[in-house]
């Protein structure tokens, strides 16, 4: 059974960081791109961006220089580094397996003074 399980999600204050990570089990990990997404309330679910087998990254416009994808394949962990967050950043984030369809359940990211 292929799951993928988003943790480190929280309240942040205007201008702090958090890092997010994704477990990923019963599936061989490091063989496919992974993808972050968010979802903020009355609005469609986005992608934040993507990181390659090789770890390459691609990064939505509105985060670029802000977040920072990494991947530890002996943890079949993928993380996303946020900093410099916005009020704006508030959403539920989602790790994704396109190639499969996988979803994780999400976790909660808020950014408010």
């Known amino acids: 059974q292929v799951q993928l399980v988003e943790s480190g999600g929280d309240l942040v204050q205007p201008g702090g960081s958090l890092r997010l990570s994704c477990a990923a089990s019963g599936i061989a990990f490091s063989i496919y791109t992974m993808g972050w997404y968010r979802q903020a309330p009355g609005k469609l679910r986005e992608l934040v961006g993507t990181?390659?087998?090789?770890?390459?990254?691609v990064y939505a416009d509105s985060v670029k220089g802000r977040f920072t994808f990494s991947k530890d394949n002996a943890k079949n962990t993928v993380y996303l580094q946020m900093n410099n967050l916005k009020p704006e950043d508030t959403a539920v984030y989602y790790c994704?397996?396109?190639?499969?369809?996988?979803w994780g359940q999400g976790t909660q990211v808020t950014v408010s003074s």
């Open positions: 994704h397996i396109p190639d499969t369809g996988y």
């Open positions: 990181i390659g087998r090789g770890g390459a990254a």
